[in-house]
């Protein structure tokens, strides 16, 4: 496993400072959204350059820190007409800009079919579902043209709430370019989070082939609802995950989240404890 982490959870610096400071505390890679972690540039898409994603990709490199994520967390089953025009062309926009920043994967979550991108309860339903296969077909056919990987994350209030659906999305659209970012705390939610086990072992038995990376944190219950924080500050059982990464996937790219500068390293040590230990 190679431990990274959310770059805008870290300490708020410059762009060049801030990779530094996170090669500094131990981490490997980086889950990267451009508009969170850099501010000293713009980052609309007419200026993701061939020039920037090199200066960017420079900066990674000095300091030994791989790209694992370049995320582009939007929803493509808005309806409004023109917001998804303006989504698909930033999608659009960072397929291009991987291509040349070499990151691992391009990341994405599958939306609400609002303009809100908030959860309903028609966002578990068939016709969300088909939207979302609908306009993420395009996104996926560029990204084969381009050499790059989009890897859709599961999450129980979107779309693709569970490991079932996210097989579909796979098979229906049948791309290699199309994987998974496997967080198992984002396919729990308040109805379901007792039956955890169950669940993470079958996203691993559904999902585990097309997993390119993991996104690792942990979760309180608070009334009635769940609420991420991060690892070992919560009663996330991380057994099989840990377990799955250390015997099938080599290397794999891991990042934190929902640490912030105060408790990030208590979590990174924790994580390095159940994955030796295993």
Known sequence: MQLGIRLHDTKKLPFEERIEDVA???FKCG????????????????????????YIKNVFAKNNVDIAVLGCYLNLANPNKEQLAATVHRYMAHIRFASWLGCGVI?????????????????????????FITNLRPIVKYAEQMGVVIAI?????????????????????????????????????ICNYQDQVA???????????????????????EGDKL????????????????????ERKPFIHATLEDTNPGNNQQAKNFILKLYEEA
């Open 24 to 26: 500094q505390l131990g």
């Open 31 to 54: 889950h990267l959204a451009l508009a969170k972690v850099i501010e000293e540039f713009p980052t609309t898409d007419e200026a993701l350059t061939p020039g920037l994603a090199m």
């Open 107 to 131: 990341g994405t979550e599958t939306g609400a079919p609002n303009e809100t991108y908030t959860h309903v309860p028609e966002c578990h339903g068939e016709e969300a579902l088909q939207t």
């Open 153 to 189: 994350e599961p999450v129980w209030k979107h779309i693709v709430c569970n490991p079932k659906r996210a097989r579909r999305v796979l098979d229906e659209i049948n791309s290699p370019n199309l994987q998974i970012i496997l967080d198992p705390v984002n396919l729990l939610d």
């Open 199 to 221: 669940i993470v072992d079958e996203a691993i038995e559904l999902l585990g082939p097309d997993v390119a990376m993991v996104h690792l944190k942990d979760y309180v219950v």
């Open 227 to 246: 609420v991420s924080v991060g690892c070992g500050f919560g009663q996330m059982d991380y057994t099989s995950i840990i377990k799955f990464m250390k």
